[in-house]
């Protein structure tokens, strides 16, 4: 009997984490050490990749996947300058973020068309103003200075 073969999110990880040190390795050819190292990693990746596929024992396979994306979770969240919390190695990697750094930026690409973003001259507090309206008197919210400025 075949065992049956299971990509999961790790084994993913490994097949694209290997095919990425192959394709590097042919564009950084002329660095001989750094060649060999990305060689190295690709049949690395391979060989592991080659055991967790074939080495039956689906409950220890699974654990190494949940462990897998706990950390990717715990990475992700990070970056969207989340804290940490009790059940945040629970959730499903990929799940909505609320909030953070990358948010943030995201909100400003899609208020970009309707409002500008301006530096008040004397506290340096952001402001957003609406576009379009020509030269407008701003009141800052934070120092109460009020200067001109075009939106």
């Known amino acids: 009997m075949r ?14 984490a290997a095919g990425v040190c192959y394709l590097l390795s042919f564009v950084l050819n002329r660095y001989a050490g750094l060649n060999t190292l990305l060689r190295l990693l690709f049949v690395a990746a391979l060989v592991f990749l080659g055991i967790r596929l074939f080495a039956g024992h689906p409950e220890k396979r699974s654990n190494e996947n949940m462990k897998f994306l706990a950390a990717v979770t715990a990475v992700t969240d990070f970056f969207r300058g989340k ?4 059940g945040s190695a629970q959730r499903p990697a990929g799940s909505a973020s609320s909030g953070g750094i990358l948010d943030k930026w995201k909100q400003q690409w899609h208020e970009y068309r309707t409002y500008r973003y301006l530096i008040c001259p004397q506290c340096s507090q952001r402001l957003r103003v609406p576009r379009g309206k020509g030269k407008i008197k701003v009141t800052c919210t934070k ?9």
């Open 3 to 16: 065992p049956k073969l299971h990509l999961d999110e790790l084994n993913k990880a490994l097949l694209i």
């Open 143 to 151: 120092c109460r200075n009020q200067f001109v400025a075009k939106s």
């Open 83 to 86: 804290t940490p919390t009790a």
